[in-house]
């Protein structure tokens, strides 16, 4: 019974051990959209853009019928990035732009200034 009781306690750790790998890795990585600087000071976001995390370019401005000046990840899903994952915003719409603007640093609101738009965005690392 001893010899019993043991292999169930091994048996439970392996499981417990193996759980993060098993966790589904995110799909997308939600970037609210904002006015101007807004993410600094606006309440409520133009819309939320869902980056896949494939690494593909995701377009962001024709999604909207405003200005996409700045964007921001919440706090909660920055924390909830994998190891290595970050978000990077462009100003055109290929993701190929030297102008763009890295998202790895829990609340940082990140523009390109007034009337420059956030255009296109993409993981980078390992997210999925």
């Known amino acids: 019974m001893h010899f019993s009781t043991l292999t169930t306690i091994l048996l439970a750790a392996t499981g417990i051990s193996a759980f993060p790998a098993l966790q ?5 990585i939600p970037l609210s959209i904002y006015p101007s600087t807004g993410c600094n000071s606006g309440p409520t976001p133009l819309t939320t853009a869902f980056i896949p995390t494939d690494g593909s370019c995701f ?17 909660s899903q920055l924390l909830a990035l994998p190891a ?8 055109d719409s290929t993701c190929s732009s030297v102008n763009n603007i890295v998202y790895d640093v829990t609340g940082r609101c990140g ?8 255009h296109s965005a993409k993981t980078v690392g390992t997210c999925a």
């Open 111 to 118: 523009t390109f200034g007034a009337g420059k738009l956030i």
């Open 84 to 91: 290595g994952c970050t978000l990077v915003a462009y100003s």
């Open 59 to 75: 377009g962001i401005s024709p999604i909207v019928s405003g200005n996409t000046d700045s964007g921001i990840i919440s706090q």
């Open 24 to 28: 589904k890795r995110l799909d997308a």
